[in-house]
């Protein structure tokens, strides 16, 4: 077994003055990095939960690291297959819920994926790839949920 490492630093640069006071007294701002990368990301929780809506927050990166695992899978196993993809966009979708006895949950995700391909003999290959794309990914591996998937493929 061939394990992997990953390292990324969270720091929070919420403090408003005051600390964490009370619950409407601090910013839920904070910035993810990891050596060698380009930059930051800054980043806050959702707005329900007193964030910033125009910063990411963990949910829309949780679910941006699941649709992104998928494509780059599918994508590979394509090349392996000499199915010639040309486009892929994918617009994610994810269900959380909310309880008072275990905070939260996604309890369901489905990906979206548009993709194009070159020719029109590689459509049918190309919707069964995504089977196999999604027992390969390894944040799909990691969720106790199921994850859906509605594809089109376009022939270019």
Aim: hydrophobic fraction near 30%; charge should be negative; charged fraction near 20%.
């Amino acid at each position: 077994m061939k394990l992997h490492t990953y390292n990324t630093t969270v720091k929070w640069t919420g403090n408003t003055g005051s600390g964490t006071t009370d619950y409407k007294s601090y910013s839920r701002d904070h910035s993810i990095s990891s050596i060698g990368k380009y930059g930051e990301i800054l980043s806050s929780s959702d707005p329900s939960f007193l964030g910033d809506k125009k910063k990411y927050n963990p949910e829309d990166l949780f679910l941006s690291s699941l649709s992104a695992c998928h494509m780059l899978w599918y994508l590979h196993l394509c090349t392996v297959n000499h199915i010639i993809v040309t486009d892929y966009v994918d617009h994610a979708t994810g269900v959380m819920e909310e309880s008072k006895e275990s905070g939260g949950r996604f309890k369901e995700v489905t990906l979206h994926p548009i993709v194009t391909v070159q020719d029109n003999d590689m459509v049918e290959k190309a919707h069964e790839i995504h089977h196999e794309a999604n027992k390969m990914c390894f944040i799909a591996n990691s969720c106790n949920f199921k994850i859906g998937h509605n594809t089109k493929i376009i022939v270019e």
